[in-house]
């Protein structure tokens, strides 16, 4: 009896050393993601949340100085001026790049030949449209003497300064934002693929057209991804900040028209030195981002369709 017993403590002592084992090595392999979240993540959140009650120049130690950077933001007119700005931005793009996406989408989902490589090629915008080439290339085609004009000029109309007008510099951004739309469309393709077929062959026998299959079927069907997508492009559309930093040469002009309240942070904090009031800037648009995120949670339930 007492070699069974023995034999049953050597088991437990073997099995639990290996499970220790396997803690130290999940340990090990989680390490390095465990020192990005806390030295590039979470610290310089906690840094940034300290200097927004402070007056910090980057040049001397920050003193502090409580709320009053948040007190200046509601009394600063340029701030007020980059928010409508950027809603506008974000307000107009993000429907029409969603809508853009879903149009492609429904024509990939024909099962063309070649379907892969038109998934690839309308892709490329997402993974290109945010790099500075692009920005360049964008102030280039539509500038006073850029290809927009040239075609204009093919059939008699005398084109503008897109870029440097004040009522249509901004239109440019939306537009450059629109051409992103490959990440959704993969996303709305995938969904598409997921609708079964049947809902539309009895929909076909019963007389639906394909507007009223679309209508009935298509969107009440994808409403779960065009949530997702939704939440993700209001997001990056809030952040936004290289393609307005280009196009407008890094000041938001003309006449702050193209001013993204993300330029406007990064001019406060890295032009004008007031790193404290940056600070405030980066942790409302937090809560601009937090609060827009929250609200269509909320509206959720009255419009998106699952399962059960």
């Given amino acids: 009896m007492s070699s069974v017993i023995q034999e049953v403590a050597s088991t437990r002592r073997a099995a639990s050393e290996r499970r220790k084992g396997d803690g130290r090595m999940a340990a090990l392999f989680l390490a390095p993601w465990f020192a990005g979240l806390f030295l590039i993540t979470a610290g310089p959140m906690a840094a940034s949340l300290y200097l927004s009650f402070t007056d910090y120049d980057l040049l001397t130690a ?9 007190v200046r933001m509601f009394e600063d007119p340029r701030l007020l001026t980059s928010l409508q700005v950027t809603f506008t931005y974000v307000f107009v793009s993000v429907p029409l790049q969603l809508a853009a996406a879903l149009a492609l989408a429904l024509v990939l989902d024909k099962g063309m030949r070649g379907l892969a490589l038109y998934r690839s090629v309308y892709y490329l915008p997402s993974l290109l449209g945010g790099s500075v080439a692009i920005a360049i290339l964008w102030r280039q085609i539509f500038g006073a003497d850029g290809l927009v ?50 809902y539309y062959e009895a929909a076909s026998i019963d007389g639906a057209g394909p507007i009223r299959q679309f209508w009935s079927i298509t969107v009440p069907m994808l409403t779960p991804i065009v949530f997702f997508n939704l939440v993700l492009q209001l997001i990056n559309a809030f952040q936004n900040f290289t393609q307005a930093f280009v196009v407008s040469g890094g000041n938001g002009g003309p006449a702050d028209s193209t001013l993204l309240y993300t330029l406007y942070l990064y001019r406060k904090g890295f032009a004008d030195l007031d790193m404290g009031y940056a600070s405030a800037m980066a942790w409302f648009l937090l809560l601009i981002i937090g609060g827009m995120t929250l609200v269509n949670f909320l509206a959720s339930k009255y419009w998106v369709h699952y399962d059960d």
Avoid at 64 to 70: A, C, S
Avoid at 157 to 177: K, Q, R
């Fill in 62 to 70: 920050p003193a502090w100085v409580g709320f009053d950077n948040y």
């Fill in 149 to 198: 004009n040239q075609v204009l000029a093919l059939v008699g109309i005398e084109g503008t300064g897109w870029v440097s007008h004040p009522d249509h510099a901004l239109n440019t951004l939306i537009i450059l934002n629109v051409w992103t739309f490959g990440a959704p469309m993969v996303i709305f393709l995938a969904g598409l693929r997921q609708i079964p077929r049947m």
